[in-house]
């Protein structure tokens, strides 16, 4: 019964391997109207999916965030130019 859920929620079966394409000309939604681009100050990342070789988060231990954590601490200080930037851990983060 569950094989069934997740073949018609995820459009693939149990045990399918999924292949990103992360090229963003190929998105299927239309481009922001002059106006509306003028209005974006600024975006917000989230990511769903975790990297390979973790599992999702219920499942996964605290050593395995740290690794994670270590491996886009590692990702986001290869940026230069305008991607360049700070990252800041929430561990570390104070209340201020």
Request: proline share 5%.
């Amino acid at each position: 019964m569950m094989d069934k859920i997740i073949l018609e929620y995820h459009g693939h079966a149990k045990g399918a391997v999924h292949v990103s394409d992360m090229d963003h000309t190929k998105l299927r939604c239309p481009p922001f109207s002059p106006e509306d681009a003028s209005m974006i100050v600024s975006t917000r990342i989230r990511v769903g999916r975790n990297l390979a070789d973790f599992p999702l988060g219920p499942g996964i231990t605290r050593e395995q965030r740290n690794e994670i954590e270590q491996k886009v601490v590692t990702a986001c200080n290869s940026f230069d130019g305008e991607l360049a930037g700070t990252f800041y851990s929430l561990s570390s983060m104070t209340d201020a």
